[in-house]
């Protein structure tokens, strides 16, 4: 086979640009540390570790989630547990304000104190995280979730929605809470709401304790009260079964329009038969049958709504024992009240501190997983100096021979022998 000088000397260059770009390669690796210096150097691995930052990325992002949200429920657990010990201090204030020896003079300076609580009560349900958003407001963390109504009263301002965060690729935890679920506890004086009710037909609460003795008792179910055009009744509850008296008899009978109707027994309640009963059935204001929900209401008082109701007790004079007796029921349910919304303040603690510790479990994940993820990158992307320094040196010596061999070959003539 014949072989030219041409083809010599082509293949003479082009093993020493291939040594050069080899070299030049190694060299480049070396300068940046970096094994992949651009995707063409090794497609698969480039994209593998465009997966594995994008990774780190969102493990990063849920840190900072974690790190937002622990400062916030540590501060939610702080400021529950400020205002529980807040509630100890009413409820020491409703025991001392019960003794028969004070004065009204004394009654009152507790009552000043009492205030001075419940004022520092509204501002830590009030309470603002490092955001500028507020720690009970729900959803609506721009909304100041208890407001007062210059009446001695507070209402709810805030929604009963919660936010959730994500701590990890499917993961989340609850980031917020409703006041309205952890303050507004208290039951407060039951009541049954008609409705679709005639003209002239009202509802009233005679006994109180009556009437929540049967929602406890059978539920808060809605009842029905059957009327007639001929002034009958019937009572029934929600499976449209009879309402019975303490006697086992069921509750039904006739009135005359305009008449009260007596359901103490066993409901704690009245009510006013419409008026006019008309006989006509087909010419009625009130139908021949007319059915009216009596819907239970059941509204829910907070600790704030206790300590008003402690500062009113205090203050009022004591003038007889008729009036101190009311004034020890008074105080005696205060500290109920104070009771119920502290199992309430322990419950959402609680629940607090199991978020907290769910929170630190998933950091510890997130934690590992981004050294997993940091080792593998940096097994793709970080360079061997020890491999690269050696592979330099050969590629170094390789490319000193290519050239040396090229000199001697390109030496080589006919020319040299004639």
Same mark, same amino acid.
């Given at each position: ?24 390669? @190694?060299?480049?690796?070396?300068? !940046? ?57 009413? *409820? $020491? ?82 980031? @917020? ?5 952890? #303050? ?79 359901? !103490? ?31 239970? $209401? ?9 300590? =008003? ?5 205090? *203050? ?13 029921? *008074? ?41 997993? @993820? ?20 050969? =590629? ?7 050239? =040396? ?9 006919? #020319?040299?022998?004639?």
């Amino acid at each position: 086979m014949r072989i030219s000088s041409l083809q010599i000397f082509n293949t003479g260059v082009s093993n020493m640009q291939k040594g050069q770009t080899a070299l030049a390669k @190694t060299q480049e690796q070396i300068s !940046t540390g970096k094994n992949l210096n651009r995707p063409s150097d090794d497609p698969v691995a480039a994209a593998q570790i465009l997966k594995y930052r994008r990774e780190l990325a969102a493990t990063e992002t849920y840190q900072e989630n974690i790190t937002v949200s622990q400062r916030r429920l540590e501060l939610e657990e702080l400021t529950l547990q400020q205002i529980n010990d807040a509630s100890d201090r009413l *409820k $020491e204030l409703a025991i001392q304000g019960n003794n028969s020896t004070l004065n009204n003079q004394n009654r009152a300076g507790i009552a000043e104190e009492a205030k001075q609580i419940q004022q520092f009560v509204l501002g830590l349900m009030n309470t603002k995280d490092a955001q500028g958003e507020y720690l009970f407001s729900g959803a609506k963390g721009d909304t100041q979730p208890f407001v007062a109504d210059g009446q001695d009263g507070f209402s709810y301002a805030g929604d009963t929605e919660v936010r959730f965060i994500q701590t990890g690729p499917s993961a989340l935890i609850q980031s @917020t809470d409703a006041g309205r679920d952890i #303050f507004q506890v208290v039951p407060g004086d039951p009541s049954l709401k008609p409705l679709n009710a005639p003209a002239g037909l009202t509802v009233s609460v005679n006994e109180v304790g009556l009437l929540g003795d049967y929602l406890d008792d059978k539920g808060r179910t809605d009842l029905t009260l059957k009327l007639t055009s001929s002034g009958g009744y019937t009572l029934v509850d929600s499976a449209d079964l009879p309402v019975n008296d303490s006697n086992n008899n069921p509750i039904s009978g006739t009135a005359v329009a305009g008449a009260t109707v007596d359901l !103490t027994d066993p409901l704690g309640i009245s009510f006013t038969m419409p008026s006019p009963l008309l006989d006509a059935p087909n010419t009625s204001v009130v139908p021949p049958v007319s059915a009216v929900t009596l819907r239970p $209401e059941v509204p829910q008082r907070s600790i704030l709504t206790t300590a =008003q109701d402690l500062i009113e007790a205090l *203050k009022t004079p004591i003038t007889d024992q008729a009036s101190r007796e009311e004034s020890g029921a *008074k105080l005696a349910r205060v500290m109920d009240e104070i009771g119920i919304s502290q199992d309430s303040l322990r419950q959402a603690v609680t629940q607090l501190g199991g978020r907290l510790v769910t929170l630190e479990n998933q950091s510890s994940v997130n934690q590992d997983y981004d050294i997993f @993820t940091q080792t593998a990158l940096l097994n793709l992307e970080d360079l061997d100096y020890a491999s690269a320094i050696a592979k330099f040196s050969f =590629q170094e010596v390789a490319l000193q021979a290519a050239q =040396q061999t090229f000199a001697r070959v390109n030496n080589l003539s006919l #020319f040299n022998y004639l």
